[in-house]
């Protein structure tokens, strides 16, 4: 099975960027379908983007626009370029993998990142 470790997130300022990693290890993440999702405590987790093999992306409608996802399969490895962050952004934000679309099984662990104006 593959382990996923998200890095990059923190405070930051409305109106500004982060971008978010997510480093796969024990399998090649060129295997898996990739995505990032966030949850406010108390929330649901929302889906926000997904990669799919061939590099084929999707957005939901509440970051289309601001949000890059990409993958870098030699370094196993996977981002989130996030900008123009506004406070509703604030959530953890959780990397995930898996072989089909719309069914991540793996999950990291989550990085925080909380947009202050």
């Known amino acids: 099975q593959v382990e996923l470790a998200e890095s990059g997130g923190g405070l930051v300022q409305t109106g500004g960027s982060l971008r978010l990693s997510c480093a796969a290890s024990?399998?090649?993440?060129?295997?898996?379908?990739g995505s990032w999702y966030r949850q406010v405590s108390g929330k649901d987790r929302e889906f926000l983007a997904r990669i799919e093999r061939g590099g084929n992306t999707k957005y939901s409608e509440a970051v289309k626009g601001r949000f890059t996802i990409s993958r870098d399969d030699a370094r196993n490895e996977m981002y989130l370029q996030m900008d123009n962050l506004e406070n509703e952004d604030t959530a953890r934000y959780y990397c995930?993998?898996?072989?089909?679309?719309?069914?991540?099984?793996?999950w990291g662990q989550g990085t925080q990142v909380t947009v202050s104006s």
């Open positions: 995930a993998a898996g072989m089909l679309v719309g069914a991540p099984n793996y």
């Open positions: 024990g399998r090649p993440f060129s295997i898996y379908i």
